[in-house]
């Protein structure tokens, strides 16, 4: 699996995730152990491998962000669980659009997610190089929470509020 912060292979869960985004910061000194926010996880899904590695460096170098997933439409459909992520960034579209007949293959991965986790559990911004209105009512019914075209996120900054926008309101501190 594609590892997201420092190496472009992806990691699964290293165990369940912490309730309420928390997690047991470990200490030397007996005392009882403090609980801290623990980081945003992130799951970036693309067709375009340089694409998605910048967009993960871009939120590793946050300090706040860890990135789950990177890979691209295939190897999110290939995923077992969700439960590790707390937001899902998805490309609309993996190049496919005009010879499926309009399917996009984010939409496939949106719907998959949504199986599993609601919109308070997991977030999900789409960004597409297709911002058309007929895509964004699609990822909508789909239950993508925002969509994005890919001219709006441009920087670092522009794709960290993409996911602060759309992190769980349970994740939120």
């Known amino acids: 699996m594609p590892r997201g912060c420092g190496d472009s292979r992806s990691r699964g869960p290293s165990g369940p995730p912490a309730e309420g985004r928390q997690e047991r910061a470990s200490n030397r000194s007996g005392a009882p152990a403090v609980l801290r926010p623990r980081p945003l996880r992130v799951a970036v899904v693309d067709d375009d491998r340089w694409l998605r590695e910048q967009r993960a460096a871009a939120l590793c170098r946050t300090g706040r962000i860890e990135v789950v997933l990177v890979g691209d439409h295939a190897d999110a459909l290939a995923r077992s669980g969700w439960d590790d992520v707390d937001v899902l960034m998805v490309d609309g579209d993996d190049g496919t659009f005009a010879a499926t007949g309009g399917e996009l293959a984010g939409v496939r991965v949106v719907e998959r997610v949504r199986l599993e986790r609601s ?12 911002p058309h209105d007929a895509v964004k009512v699609r990822m909508a019914a789909a239950g993508a929470d925002v969509l994005y075209g890919h ?10 509020s993409v996911v602060e926008a759309v992190q769980p309101i349970v994740t939120r501190h």
Do not use: N
């Open 151 to 160: 001219a709006q996120i441009c920087t670092p900054a522009a794709l960290v």
């Open 119 to 130: 919109p308070a559990q997991t977030g999900v911004a789409v960004l597409t190089g297709l």
